[in-house]
């Protein structure tokens, strides 16, 4: 069984400042995990991965997250936020190296990016 | 970069009527997915597909729904007699292989009347 919780519902932050958006998963096997960001009328894109290497993960538009086992967590963070930011993101757990057939979702971290 | 295509983006049935939802998955993936995401809700899982058969399937994708890929691009998802509860928008998904991440299509979102 494999289950995902996003801490946060909504995320503020000015622009210029760190974003951090919290997640913690709960897995009976080594988990694959995902964030996954959806701009207003598009799809879910894979913003990065963790698969069993590298503990700390970069991504695009420079997003990163660690993988904490003894934390059970996979928070997201980026230095500094730009307006484009704005968007919902997803934690997403999955078995197997590419996550598996079935991928649990959050739900959801809506974020805001103020002037 | 390749995309996954779902169409339409927006589509309002009739309570009872049947629909097809349709996706062309990344042209050289192996694997393909159906999540829905009621309003408000969490995406959930729907099937998964692979050499031309369900692979896994949740509790949820019952005997009103069937997926197929009826030629080498197409990927669709049938509800036989849609409900009220069937509005959602519906994620098609991809991947190239085992060890590789899914790739999400736009959405369609599915309006029952």
């Known amino acids: 069984a494999q289950s995902v919780t996003q801490l946060d519902s909504h995320v503020s932050v000015s622009e210029g400042t760190p974003v951090l958006l919290r997640c913690n998963y709960s897995s009976s096997y080594s988990p694959s995990l995902f964030w996954y960001v959806q701009h207003p009328n598009k799809g879910l894109q894979l913003l990065l991965k963790y698969t069993s290497a590298a503990t700390l993960v970069k991504g695009i538009n420079g997003f990163e997250a660690e993988f904490k086992k003894s934390e059970t967590s996979f928070h997201l963070t980026k230095p500094s936020a730009h307006m484009s930011d704005a968007a919902e993101y997803f934690c997403v757990v999955g078995r197997g190296p590419g996550g598996g057939n079935k991928l649990t979702f959050g739900t959801g971290t809506q974020l805001k990016v103020e002037l | 970069e390749p995309e996954v295509t779902q169409t339409p983006s927006h589509q309002v049935t009739q309570m009872g009527q049947e629909v097809i939802l349709r996706c062309v998955p990344i042209s050289n993936h192996l694997y393909f997915y159906w999540y829905r995401q009621i309003l408000g809700q969490k995406v959930e899982f729907l099937v998964s597909f692979y050499n031309n058969e369900i692979s896994e399937k949740s509790e949820i994708f019952d005997d009103q729904f069937s997926v197929e890929r009826p030629d080498g691009s197409n990927f669709t998802l049938k509800i036989r007699s849609t409900k009220l509860e069937d509005s959602a928008m519906y994620f098609c998904?991809?991947?190239?292989?085992?060890?590789?991440?899914?790739?999400f299509g736009d959405g369609t979102r599915l309006s029952i009347l």
């Open positions: 998904a991809s991947r190239s292989g085992w060890n590789q991440p899914q790739h």
